[in-house]
């Protein structure tokens, strides 16, 4: 499984750096592409961000990009986000999924393609 860490409370225009690692040992996050998600309150779960096991291919959905950067660090079993810029309207609780079979890369924004999910983290943007 997976965890989601490095969330908190955060004026406008300031930036977080989230993270994303396993807590259950034998499993190996550089096997896996990596899905960001958020849910904000009274909405949908919504793909964020994606990075494949190699960290190759990115993706962001349009309301982050220029501001959000996803990287991983395999040797580390890590795989982070960077939050710039941060708006009000990024205020969610995020999380990270794993996924197994890359060949759905161009489908990551939909959930069902992602087989472990991980406990959020609590992201406030708010002055």
């Known amino acids: 499984q997976l965890q989601a860490s490095g969330g908190g409370l955060v004026q406008p225009g300031g930036s977080l750096r989230l993270s994303c690692s396993c807590v259950t040992s034998g499993f190996t996050l550089g096997e896996y592409a990596i899905g960001w998600f958020r849910q904000a309150p009274g909405k949908e779960r919504e793909g964020v961000s994606y990075?494949?096991?190699?960290?190759?291919?990115?993706r962001y959905v349009d309301s982050v990009k220029g501001r959000f950067t996803i990287s991983r660090d395999n040797a580390k079993n890590m795989v982070y986000l960077q939050m710039n810029s941060l708006k009000d309207v990024d205020t969610a609780v995020y999380y990270c999924?794993?996924?197994?079979?890359?060949?759905?890369?161009?489908?990551?924004?939909?959930?069902?393609?992602?087989?472990?999910w991980g406990q959020g983290t609590l992201v406030t943007v708010s002055s």
């Open positions: 999924a794993a996924q197994s079979d890359e060949r759905w890369r161009n489908y990551w924004t939909v959930q069902r393609y992602y087989g472990s």
């Open positions: 990075i494949t096991s190699s960290g190759g291919f990115t």
